[in-house]
């Protein structure tokens, strides 16, 4: 190849990335002018891989706690006090299963594999909420998850439905429809409990004495230990942070908590009227940190029915593949026959 070839070519190489750095540039300058006018990004729609990933990351841990959720409540199943209480409760487990099935769509039209986001999940690649990492003692625990962990998930939800990706956001809509009602079951349930006797009262204090401080340590760690906030935020993936949910939950619950007649286990617990708000004091970060890291005290035992569950399901999944094969052969071989139109 001569110098002038060499030349040419390294000038058409040039301007080639040039023309293909204008054309991403362009496509970021759109991406970002959709998010700032507060519309949606859609799966077609070019995206930034770490607007890509984060989503993936968030829907999938949303996704996983859906479905690891079903077990502290689904102990209870067989257990329920009557007829009614295991209709509700069965019909509670189904909602989660289902919140989950429609995360896990969310985040296939990212580009992920849901057998993918199991696998990382088993193995421990992937988290799912800290809150279902401990037990459920008494059918008071029950009444309790609705109270505190379904309205912990609308305060931290709700304004999801605003989410700049339009699948996210859509799948939220439905789920933020039936964790309200989860709530509102739940806390019935306690209500019904406190009208009985002193010991179902006692059962009930106790539930909200354990399930507090787990509750406001769902919301994540404070805003100045939090590594994506600031991000996530700009793509408006998320709206508010930790801090703004978790003091949003407190004000929300205090009175609900003096309605039904228990004391929220927090000395320091009072209404600033300067702040407009209610003071309340630091959960133990090192607790959920351990939480997270694997020592809680059920995270074995949820893995492993999960793992289990997954592992017990095999043929399920390898019989529904074997009948799409066999379903999609077949329509092929119908176009075949009819051969081209007209």
């Not at 990335?17 to 991406?31: D, K, M, P, Y």
């Not at 209500?191 to 769902?218: H, K």
């Not at 993936?237 to 309605?259: C, G, S, Y």
Request: glycine share 8%; net charge neutral; proline share 5%.
């Amino acid at each position: 190849m001569s110098n002038v070839e060499v030349e040419n070519d390294a000038q058409h190489h040039a301007q080639h990335h040039a023309q293909s750095g204008t054309g991403e540039r362009r496509l970021q300058a759109h991406f970002d002018r959709t998010i700032s006018h507060n519309q949606r990004i859609e799966p077609r729609d070019w995206m930034p891989e770490g607007y890509r990933k984060t989503l993936i990351r968030q829907i999938a841990q949303h996704a996983h706690s859906e479905i690891i959720g079903m077990q502290p409540e689904g102990e209870w199943i067989t257990r329920a006090p009557s007829l009614r209480r295991k209709a509700i409760l069965f019909a509670k487990v189904q909602d989660e299963a289902g919140h989950g099935l429609y995360l896990y769509s969310a985040a296939e039209t990212l580009g992920a594999d849901r057998a993918d986001l199991t696998e990382r999940l088993i193995e421990g690649r992937q988290k799912y909420s800290s809150i279902f990492n401990y037990p459920t003692l008494n059918f008071a625990d029950v009444g309790v998850i609705g109270w505190f962990v379904d309205g912990a998930a609308i305060c931290n939800q709700v304004p999801l439905c605003r989410s700049s990706y339009g699948p996210y956001a859509r799948a939220m809509v439905r789920i933020c429809k039936e964790e309200s009602f989860h709530q509102r079951q739940g806390y019935e349930l306690l209500m019904t409990m406190m009208r009985g006797t002193e010991a179902q009262r006692q059962m009930v204090q106790d539930a909200v004495d354990r399930w507090w401080w787990p509750s406001l340590m769902m919301f994540g760690p404070p805003d100045s230990e939090s590594s994506h906030t600031v991000q996530s935020m700009a793509w408006r993936i998320k709206l508010h942070t930790n801090d703004e949910l978790r003091q949003r939950f407190v004000d929300m619950t205090v009175p609900q908590a003096e309605k039904l007649g228990v004391v929220l286990p927090d000395p320091q617990l009072r209404w600033n009227n300067e702040r407009g708000h209610h003071d309340f004091s630091t959960p133990d970060w090192s607790e959920l940190k351990r939480v997270i890291d694997g020592d809680g005290p059920c995270n074995a035992q949820r893995m492993a029915r999960r793992r289990a569950a997954h592992e017990e399901g095999a043929w399920v999944r390898e019989a529904a593949g074997a009948y799409a094969a066999k379903q999609a052969a077949h329509e092929a071989g119908k176009k075949r026959q009819e051969g081209p139109a007209g």
